[in-house]
């Protein structure tokens, strides 16, 4: 075998290409049971972000049910999700570019079944569902308006079979999701929300009676409230009314029986996660009465089975996350894998038999584990004696070792959302990074869902402090093990991550460098740009009071503190980004031209909220590379695009 090499972290070759991470893999999501076939939903970087619903049919042939031309995608609430269904083999989807819904029956063309409405942005649909007869459709439809006011959010109903405008049936409120009707078609029920409320801050679920014409009547709230977050309710087969709530501080999942509240998880784990798509499905039903369900608890995903006596068995299948469960209702379960040392896979498995087969791998390596570094759960002290969590991964090349007694790059990594978590499955992204010889700290920072609603309620009114220490922290805790260069800090993130990114450069001197996509610099610039969904969340994140001061949102905007920004960063940006508009990057690069600091800029046409297209993703990792071995002066090992670094002596 032969020996490693010595060279200088960061200057390793590695196997894992750019193109690797960018086109080797299709993102897996939205999986549906339909009669014997299973659907899910393929997002392919290669077909410009096209998202394709694909099919397996009960013999085993996979296909693609979305021809070219169409990409099953909405925009509601802008990340969309919840795109289609599928009953007695006909697809129901949401088409990008029109956002109609359409129908579609394999082997034959597409049809739309929501009309043109001539408005500018017109009609979106989202979470729509069949009634148990087929005949109706009900759904989530988002009206955007001609003269730029706030959308409105209502459920609606229309005939599965003919093209009808869709009839309103509950509205009033600023937000709705789940909309689902029982196996008799008698009732149905939906989450409802208000601003400033996010849905993993309080929603409510609503039942009804629901008649054959789609009209409802006495409706009454089962659970939640302002302080109280409802998540996926779901009809037994047997009619019986479950829901997710952190009631008790933890989402577990409760069902309703004779007006109680009865809690079948009572566990310190999250079975909910937070709603930026729609569509999240964590448990499901299984024959005899048992329930399939993911949670959550120190740093990983379980999977197990609720038995009818109220037992709950393990199902240890190998997998640190389990996204989009479902079932036919028998003892077939089907479920996207997270490990942490291969692609995620789309998984089914037999509870009788304990047969388990995968049937789809977002990606196929060929990767020597040599190559792969293993994800650690770290737990470290930070401010206001508390602690916080992290996942840390260690520099990994099984064709090198560094020159003795020095210590790695270290990139910080701060997750969007900022309501949202990272987890440690797979991801060759970050593999990209460790192979070349850097360490990788991914911080579930205060605010970070997974470890309970006190922990994530501490961002609420210290967004752009919790994040920052939190991510400061994370680095000097490694950097006291030994496990970094403190002379070579990084820190990155993406949207509300590219927030805290900007945020920690501006507000504490600790990092040597930063790399924003897509990030916030301006807050009172964002709340007046943003769409509807987010319009109010900032006020609860920076002041958790509606509406936030306009002198708080200025005081924790980097933008206005650029003067106090001593290190190089490197930002990227989607022209089409409606989320976080172009102005929030191209305002801080005329606040670093002033000043002299050394930046680069890449902005991409036809990008949105989140790079979708692989050769985008390609530059982006190249260009972030190439920019840390200038500023961290390192050779890298690979012939990369130079990128143009102002202000750099």
Request: net charge negative.
């Amino acid at each position: 075998m032969p020996q490693p090499a010595t060279s200088p972290y960061g200057s390793w070759k590695s196997p894992i290409t750019p193109d690797m991470v960018a086109r080797a893999g299709v993102g897996l999501g939205q999986v549906r049971y339909d009669g014997g076939d299973l659907y899910w939903v393929e997002l392919r970087p290669s077909e410009g972000g096209r998202l394709v619903i694909v099919r397996c049919d009960a013999k085993g042939k996979i296909s693609d049910v979305t021809p070219p031309g169409f990409n099953a995608r909405t925009t509601v609430h802008e990340y969309g999700g919840g795109q289609y269904f599928v009953n007695h083999g006909v697809v129901t989807f949401s088409n990008f570019d029109d956002q109609r819904l359409y129908g579609h029956e394999v082997g034959d063309a597409p049809h739309a079944i929501t009309p043109e409405t001539g408005l500018k942005w017109g009609l979106r649909f989202a979470d729509c569902r069949p009634t148990p007869d087929g005949n109706r459709i009900v759904g989530v439809q988002e009206q955007h308006h001609d003269d730029g006011s706030e959308a409105t959010n209502t459920l609606v109903t229309f005939p599965a079979d003919g093209f009808a405008a869709p009839t309103v049936i509950a509205s009033g409120r600023n937000f709705f999701s789940n909309p689902r009707v029982s196996p008799d078609g008698k009732k149905i029920c939906w989450l409802a929300w208000d601003h400033p409320n996010m849905p993993w801050d309080g929603t409510e679920v609503w039942v009804a009676e629901f008649a054959k014409d789609g009209a409802i009547a006495n409706r009454r709230k089962v659970a939640g409230g302002p302080k109280e977050s409802i998540f996926q309710p779901e009809w037994s087969p047997e009619g019986v009314l479950h829901f997710v709530s952190d009631s008790t501080g933890w989402w577990n999942l409760y069902r309703e029986q004779d007006g109680q509240h009865v809690n079948l998880t009572p566990l310190e784990a999250e079975v909910g996660v937070p709603q930026w798509i729609f569509g999240y499905v964590r448990y499901a039903f299984l024959s005899g009465g048992r329930i399939v369900f993911g949670w959550y608890q120190h740093g990983h995903d379980h999977l197990s089975i609720i038995q009818p006596d109220g037992s709950m068995t393990p199902l240890d299948l190998g997998y640190v996350d389990y996204y989009q469960i479902t079932t036919d209702g028998g003892d077939w379960v089907w479920f996207i894998g997270g490990s942490v040392n291969r692609p995620l896979e789309l998984v089914a498995y037999d509870t009788a038999s304990g047969i388990k087969n995968v049937l789809r791998r977002s990606a196929e390596l060929d990767l020597d584990e040599g190559y792969i570094s293993t994800p650690q759960s770290i737990e470290f002290p930070t401010e206001r004696g508390l602690t916080a969590h992290a996942i840390y991964y260690p520099p990994m090349n099984k064709d090198f070792d560094a020159p003795p007694r020095s210590k790695p790059p270290l990139r910080v990594l701060s997750h969007g959302g900022p309501t949202a978590a990272t987890t440690p499955d797979f991801n060759l992204q970050i593999q990209y990074w460790t192979s070349r010889g850097f360490a990788i700290v991914d911080v579930n920072y205060g605010g970070s869902t997974g470890y309970g609603r006190p922990y994530r309620e501490r961002l609420n009114g210290m967004w752009g402090v919790v994040d920052v220490e939190d991510c400061v922290n994370a680095a000097k805790y490694l950097i006291g093990r030994g496990e970094a260069d403190p002379n070579r800090v990084a820190i990155e993130g993406g949207s509300a991550g590219g927030y805290t990114t900007l945020c920690a450069l501006a507000f504490t001197d600790f990092f040597k460098a930063g790399a924003s996509y897509f990030g916030i610099g301006d807050l009172e610039t964002m709340v007046a740009d943003t769409h509807k969904f987010e319009s109010r969340y900032c006020d609860v994140l920076v002041a958790n009071t509606y509406p936030a001061p306009k002198e708080l949102l200025y005081e924790r905007s980097a933008i206005h503190f650029t003067d106090r920004i001593s290190a190089p960063m490197i930002l990227f940006q989607g022209l089409e980004d409606k989320i976080v508009p172009p102005n929030q990057a191209e305002d801080m690069v005329r606040a670093l031209q002033t000043k002299g600091l050394p930046y680069a800029y890449l902005a991409f046409e036809g990008e949105q909220h989140g790079f979708r297209k692989a050769e985008t993703n390609i530059r982006c990792l190249e260009a972030e590379l190439y920019f840390y071995g200038k500023i961290f002066k390192f050779d890298l090992a690979d012939k990369v695009e130079a990128v143009k670094i102002e202000n750099l002596k």
